[in-house]
């Protein structure tokens, strides 16, 4: 999946420097696989799991995000994201 792909490239880039706060996918299965992926990689960290992208860009303590939806997604989603500061 390209999101965990890219949350791995952050953390690697930023080693211990990232705190996932929340992760959002419309697909539960999804968002449970990576959610299992941060507690692996991240002790402790428990984000907060979410279906809808606005309610992760509502999320107190979010600072930035990483966008990994189709192409035809992109676009709005981070339009929206720059709009709530979270880039």
């Not at 420097?17 to 960290?45: F, H, N, Y």
Request: proline residues 7%; negative net charge.
């Amino acid at each position: 999946m390209r999101g965990t792909y890219l949350l791995n490239q952050a953390l690697a880039a930023a080693p211990g420097k990232i705190q996932v706060v929340a992760l959002c996918d419309v697909w539960s299965m999804a968002r449970e696989q990576l959610a299992t992926t941060v507690a692996e990689k991240l002790p402790g960290q428990q984000p907060k799991l979410v279906s809808r992208y606005e309610e992760l860009l509502a999320t107190p303590g979010v600072d930035g995000v990483i966008i990994a939806t189709p192409d035809f997604a992109h676009c709005p989603v981070l339009i929206d994201a720059v709009g709530a500061g979270k880039d």
